[in-house]
């Protein structure tokens, strides 16, 4: 039926170019064929890739993802290390919305989340007015810049020069490491 409907809707779109997904209700398929959609129309995406590969690069992360911050779908995205789990932007979103529906019931509002273990650290935390960012980092040597006292103080920054500009907030961020900032 999905190859019929697919096929008739090619043929009645020509000249133009028809993209089909299957989806389902029931698994992360819908999430990924609307997140391929956004990353279509997102202006600029490879520039903002290569601005997370940078970021990505000075600060030794393994992988770096750009939020919606409504829909949690991923904007933008940079991974320096192979992830056996090719489906795990869409897990990723799962949870978070479901974590942010947590919230909303208890009239809280979602604004960072923090996980870590022995290998590694996961950051989510607001960037702009209308992303999120994720960090995730192997190295417990760098991601213990994030745990200092001052940590809060640091991150509100990071947020408010973000509103500037994604370099802006990159730049900062770089001049408390370069200053040995905790």
């Given at each position: 039926l999905f190859n019929e409907?697919?096929?008739?809707?090619?043929?009645?779109?020509?000249?133009?170019?028809?993209v089909c997904f299957r989806?389902?209700?029931?698994?992360?398929?819908?999430?990924?064929?609307?997140?391929?959609?956004?990353?279509?129309?997102?202006?600029?995406?490879?520039?903002?890739?290569?601005?997370?590969?940078?970021?990505?690069?000075?600060?030794?992360?393994?992988?770096?993802?750009l939020f919606e911050k409504a829909t949690f779908l991923v904007i933008s995205h940079c991974t320096r290390k192979?992830?056996?789990?090719?489906?795990?932007?869409?897990?990723?979103?799962?949870?978070?919305?479901?974590?942010?529906?947590?919230?909303?019931?208890?009239?809280a509002a979602f604004q960072s989340m923090e996980v870590?273990?022995?290998?590694?650290?996961?950051?989510?935390?607001?960037?702009?007015?209308?992303?999120y960012v994720m960090v995730v980092i192997s190295d417990p040597s760098i991601s213990d810049l994030w745990e200092s006292d001052m940590s809060s103080y640091y991150r509100k920054a990071i947020v408010f020069y973000s509103s500037m500009g994604l370099i802006t907030s990159l730049q900062y961020y770089l001049w408390m490491i370069a200053n040995s900032i905790p």
């Amino acid at each position: 039926l999905f190859n019929e409907r697919q096929n008739m809707l090619m043929e009645i779109s020509r000249p133009l170019q028809c993209v089909c997904f299957r989806t389902s209700i029931w698994d992360e398929t819908l999430y990924k064929a609307w997140s391929q959609i956004v990353y279509q129309l997102v202006p600029n995406v490879k520039g903002l890739e290569k601005t997370l590969s940078n970021f990505a690069d000075i600060i030794d992360a393994d992988e770096i993802l750009l939020f919606e911050k409504a829909t949690f779908l991923v904007i933008s995205h940079c991974t320096r290390k192979p992830h056996r789990d090719s489906r795990r932007f869409e897990k990723i979103s799962d949870i978070i919305k479901q974590f942010k529906l947590s919230c909303s019931k208890l009239t809280a509002a979602f604004q960072s989340m923090e996980v870590r273990n022995s290998t590694f650290a996961c950051f989510i935390e607001l960037l702009t007015p209308n992303t999120y960012v994720m960090v995730v980092i192997s190295d417990p040597s760098i991601s213990d810049l994030w745990e200092s006292d001052m940590s809060s103080y640091y991150r509100k920054a990071i947020v408010f020069y973000s509103s500037m500009g994604l370099i802006t907030s990159l730049q900062y961020y770089l001049w408390m490491i370069a200053n040995s900032i905790p």
